[in-house]
């Protein structure tokens, strides 16, 4: 088919680029018939098995009080994996990392950092982190203010100094099961527009465009988002070359 394809771009001669598009044409239908017997020998669910994760979720303790993070790390130190930040600075470059953390509990009230002639408040580490991952402030301030304050830099939840462990532990189970639906309803989203661009460009039903990219990512032992996502790039950067191609065509037709 590329054979086919590219001395087409490049002849003139309408008769004969008429006489490649039937052959290709056909050369198409050929191959979405073969591609769709291909389709019918796959499970309907190709899912890949892989061993069940026991990692704990990271959470990121921005508090630059020693006791108070004492008494977070006998709350919370069970059942999840603690990360330290005892200024802002620190906070921001551990959720910059390659595995960051899933959750933060964020002091509003942060002291300097050693080495920074600024501090970031907890509202500003608020702000900076908005939309990366779902905070939770824990502070001793009660004021209305604040609460309104934290919500419009970002916070998901808002506790008071000194946190009863079951209030803690519930509001931070109620934010983690609240960012992993968003976090599916994304993954739909994306899984469902690939899904939609397979339909469109090689003419298959939704089951067997959903069959694909299932038995795609379970060969490749990769997620089905993941695959989902290359599709979606893939179509993004064909589109932007054939409008490069059509700005090359009306430039060429501008100069004859």
């Not at 394809?5 to 008429?18: G, T």
């Not at 050929?30 to 959470?59: D, G, K, M, N, W």
């Not at 603690?82 to 200024?87: E, F, M, S, Y």
Request: net charge negative; with cysteine; aromatic share 6%.
């Amino acid at each position: 088919m590329k054979g086919i394809c590219l001395p087409l771009s490049r002849n003139p001669d309408f008769a004969q680029q008429q006489a490649g598009i039937d052959a290709l044409e056909s050369q198409f239908e050929e191959t979405r018939t073969a591609f769709l017997e291909f389709l019918r020998t796959l499970p309907i669910e190709a899912e890949c098995s892989f061993p069940a994760t026991t990692t704990q979720r990271r959470v990121l303790l921005v508090e630059d009080n020693p006791p108070a993070r004492e008494l977070l790390h006998f709350a919370l130190g069970d059942d999840y994996q603690l990360l330290d930040a005892d200024h802002g600075h620190a906070a921001l470059a551990l959720c910059a990392e390659d595995s960051p953390p899933d959750v933060a509990i964020v002091d509003l009230n942060l002291g300097y950092a050693p080495s920074q002639d600024v501090a970031f408040s907890g509202l500003e580490v608020l702000r900076r982190l908005r939309g990366t991952l779902p905070m939770i402030v824990l502070t001793v301030d009660r004021s209305r203010h604040s609460i309104q304050a934290a919500a419009q830099a970002g916070a998901w939840a808002y506790l008071v100094k000194p946190p009863d462990p079951d209030t803690l532990r519930a509001t931070l189970e109620a934010v983690l099961a609240r960012a992993a639906e968003a976090d599916y309803r994304a993954t739909q989203r994306t899984i469902d527009r690939a899904i939609g661009i397979l339909m469109g460009t090689l003419h298959l039903s939704d089951e067997e465009a959903r069959r694909l990219i299932k038995h795609y990512a379970a060969v490749r032992r990769r997620k089905a988002v993941e695959v989902a996502e290359q599709i979606i790039q893939a179509q993004e950067f064909q589109n932007r070359l054939a409008q490069a191609a059509r700005q090359l065509r009306m430039l060429d037709l501008s100069e004859t």
